[in-house]
């Protein structure tokens, strides 16, 4: 029933209850209340202190995770934030929030001028975005721009602009460019 749904992996099948809810004392409601505790200490922000209002905002970016979306911008982040209402932070809170959820390595976030408009909700994501300019000689092309782009970063340690899009302009980083808003920074 399940089995396309788009959080699959995530439905447990290794225990399956009955519950009779018209029955105060059936065993099953137990059952389930330790399973769920089980599941929750498995977590990997158990025992830590979070906000309850930190919850709509932490839960918006995970279904953006699940989405596929790998990079936002603050601004984004900000009006998200803005239509949670009665939950939503001031700028301030929002900017404690991205530093903690940077700290326990659920985003990546740099408080820096040329960084902070960006947040990387998808930190595997930054894998691609270095292996497109850190990679070993032995994987260079033989010849042609990114040769040359790779040849003068090795001897110089300089990086244009120009140069990291053509980059990422391979196959293999077609997901790094997704706008032009990211595309202008």
């Known amino acids: 029933m399940f089995s396309s749904h788009k959080l699959h992996e995530h439905i447990l099948y290794d225990k399956v209850f009955f519950i009779n809810a018209t029955d105060e004392a059936d065993l099953e409601i137990g059952r389930l209340k330790d399973k769920l505790v089980d599941i929750a200490f498995q977590q990997s922000t158990w ?40 939950f939503a932070l001031s700028e301030r809170r929002v900017e404690d929030f991205l530093l903690v959820q940077h700290s326990i390595g659920k985003l990546l976030y740099f408080n820096e001028p040329a960084l902070r408009d960006f947040i990387v909700i998808q930190p595997s994501a930054m894998v691609n975005i270095l292996r497109a300019f850190i990679t070993d000689r032995m994987f260079w092309p033989e010849n042609g721009p990114i040769r040359d782009i790779l040849e003068n970063l ?8 120009t140069d990291l899009f053509t980059l990422w302009l391979q196959p293999a980083f077609k997901d790094i460019l997704m706008n032009d808003r990211i595309q202008e920074m």
């Open 47 to 86: 025992g830590q202190q979070m906000p309850i209002v930190w919850v709509p905002l932490d839960l918006q970016i995970s279904d953006m995770r699940t989405d596929g979306v790998k990079l936002i911008t603050k601004e984004k982040l900000l009006e998200m934030n803005k239509n949670n209402e009665k």
């Open 154 to 161: 090795s001897s110089t340690g300089v990086l244009t602009k």
